[in-house]
């Protein structure tokens, strides 16, 4: 593949960092918040900070019921489905990342609520309800829960320009935001119209359903089911959100387009190491293997060596196709794993395709560290272990060991 010489815009050239190193970062004792300091192991990193919440009693399942005299007691009754809740993060709603668990982890300190932390749904609950009761009347049987509802934003370490012209490394907006959805562990009942209940409560939501002003709620009814009033037909079972496609960020539209001639590519070739440890992103030979750990020698053939392509900059993270000198291929995390947590970085023939654009954010100047993230998946760029071989991979919140923080040095 052809690729031209011309100097990407002076994002590239910005690269070339002369001023001092800052002295680092504290580490980060506490959830991260913009403008938080960080330190150059964490450009690896990314982390979910919690906008908005909003906490609403919710009725999941309920039954209107008759309870005449000589009918009290214990009554096991089946419930109708009202709303479906479904745990998700963004378009996750398989809460299978750890980014996704994180976030939702921030959720249940924000709200101060024992939320739900992994995929379930509502429906998944039997909608059996037992209870005793011990005066005739129109009862609203009920489960409900509480659920939690708010957006989500993403965080990277980055370096920022102070007021006095010095650079510091922190936690800035990044790639990918969205909402999400939790909710409580559900509570089950029985209500009466003429109940005092506590106000904004689970209880209250389900005898506000009851109509108690209905009809059908004052009339006599046989000992039994009531059948539903118009409020209560009202309340249908919630679609189930967009199919996830395995991710916590939303996503750009990836193209399987027809390969480039042409990349606008920086002259100068870099390599992608481990900070002060000889290995560094070599890229594959053959189609179906991944980006791995491998030494630099004479006998590397420019496999690990990189340009960047198509460079762009915005609030100071550049955004590049990362293209191999050895291969002619370009970085990506192929289609079909997009969604996978630890799946291995791939070269592929370049195309204008966001699974194959990624970010970079940088240590202060002076320091050439770095940290990768795809821009289709939002995951950053790591590795299981420091071994010659092993695979560079995607992760949805980084490595937290530090190990997503390489060096972006020129050759």
Not at 27 to 40: H, M, S
Not at 230 to 247: I, V
Request: contains cysteine; aromatic residues 8%; hydrophobic residues 35%.
């Amino acid at each position: 593949m052809a690729t031209t010489a011309t100097a990407a815009a002076g994002a590239v050239t910005a690269l070339s960092l002369a001023a001092p190193q800052a002295a680092a970062a504290p580490a980060r004792t506490t959830e991260a918040r913009p403008g938080d300091a960080c330190t150059a192991a964490d450009l690896g990193t990314r982390h979910p900070y919690i906008r908005t919440t909003e906490v609403s009693p919710t009725i999941t399942h309920f039954k209107g019921w008759y309870v005449t005299e000589g009918t009290t007691g214990q009554q096991t009754v089946s419930t109708d489905t009202t709303t479906v809740i479904t745990v998700s993060v963004g378009l996750d709603d398989t809460i299978e990342t750890s980014f996704a668990t994180e976030a939702l982890s921030n959720v249940k300190a924000t709200v101060g609520l024992d939320v739900k932390l992994e995929y379930t749904s509502t429906s998944k609950e039997s909608n059996s309800v037992t209870w005793n009761l011990t005066q005739p009347g129109y009862y609203g049987f009920y489960k409900g829960t509480k659920k939690v509802t708010g957006t989500y934003g993403s965080l990277n370490c980055n370096r920022a320009q102070q007021d006095d012209g010095s650079w510091a490394l922190e936690w800035t907006e990044g790639s990918g935001s969205g909402s999400f959805t939790t909710f409580t562990t559900l509570e089950e009942g029985a209500v009466r119209c003429q109940d005092s209940v506590p106000a904004d409560s689970i209880m209250a939501r389900a005898q506000a359903l009851l109509d108690c002003g209905s009809p059908a709620a004052r009339a006599d009814h046989p000992a039994g089911e009531v059948a539903p009033t118009a409020r209560q037909k009202q309340e249908s079972p919630a679609p189930r959100p967009a199919p996830a496609d395995g991710t916590s960020t939303p996503r750009s539209t990836a193209s399987a387009s027809t390969a480039r001639t042409a990349l606008d590519c920086s002259t100068e070739a870099y390599k992608i190491a481990v900070p002060g440890k000889p290995l560094s992103w070599g890229a594959p030979l053959l189609a179906d293997d991944g980006v791995r750990l491998r030494p630099s020698s004479i006998f590397s053939a420019h496999l690990d060596n990189w340009r960047l392509c198509d460079v762009t900059e915005r609030n100071g993270v550049i955004e590049a196709s990362l293209w191999n000198w050895g291969n002619g291929g370009c970085a990506t995390v192929a289609e079909q794993n997009a969604s996978t947590e630890r799946a291995v970085l791939m070269t592929v023939p370049c195309a204008e395709d966001d699974l194959q654009r990624f970010y970079i954010y940088r240590d202060v100047p002076g320091s050439s560290k770095i940290g990768v993230q795809n821009k289709y998946t939002g995951s950053m760029m790591g590795y299981d272990r420091y071994a010659d071989g092993e695979f560079i991979r995607q992760y949805s919140s980084g490595r937290q060991d530090g190990s997503g923080t390489f060096d972006l040095t020129g050759v």
